[in-house]
């Protein structure tokens, strides 16, 4: 994961961090943990992590590694306010408003739908046809159902079946484009 993503910057600390423990705790030896801790320090300089912030993710690794949390969840008494994630700084102006003006409440920022969950489906959350919605609420009113024109579009039982096809979406806070193509089966 490179440093300059858009991913927020407690999560690239928190990959950082869990690298190192990882590092130390598989590696039965001390030469081991040593050889293993320079490869990670390696690979986060090679994605541009500044030397800070390496060594603060190094010292968070050591803590969590000596002085482990207790198993009792320590918000189990605390209400949980959840926000959508939209940048760093606004999420610590969010975090320190609410924590001076209501300490016993946890912020949790949640991402949106990514662009690639609104356009892939998987057999585990298939791609509902319209027409099949449509003929359901039919039966329930006794009416004459509308024409489909998604699965003359590409679904067949409620799976996508159109391949290598080209979408254009676009950026709603910037107008950027994004030009991408649908994956044919392999």
Same mark, same amino acid.
């Given at each position: ?36 801790? /320079?490869?990670? $320090? ?10 800070? %912030?390496? =060594? #603060? !993710? &190094? ?57 690639? /969950?609104?356009? $892939? ?10 027409? %099949?919605? =449509? #003929? !359901? &609420? ?49």
């Amino acid at each position: 994961m490179s440093y300059n993503s858009c991913l927020p910057l407690s999560c690239k600390r928190a990959v950082a961090r869990n690298q190192f423990v990882r590092a130390v705790s598989n590696s039965p030896t001390s030469e081991g943990q040593q050889r293993s801790t /320079g490869i990670i $320090v390696e690979l986060l300089r090679a994605n541009d992590f500044p030397e800070e %912030e390496i =060594q #603060r !993710a &190094r010292k968070s690794a050591d803590r969590t590694i000596h002085h482990p949390r207790p198993r009792r969840h320590q918000y189990q008494d605390q209400s949980v306010l959840k926000l959508p994630f939209v940048s760093d700084p606004l999420a610590a102006r969010v975090t320190r408003c609410v924590r001076k003006f209501s300490p016993e409440v946890r912020v949790v920022f949640m991402s949106g739908p990514s662009l690639k /969950g609104m356009l $892939v489906r998987s057999s585990s959350n298939p791609l509902v046809c319209p027409r %099949e919605k =449509q #003929r !359901a &609420r039919v039966k329930r009113t006794r009416g004459r159902p509308m024409e489909c024109h998604a699965c003359d579009a590409g679904l067949v039982d409620g799976q996508r079946v159109v391949k290598n096809v080209v979408y254009c979406t676009s950026c709603k806070m910037c107008d950027a484009l994004y030009v991408g193509e649908t994956q044919g089966e392999k």
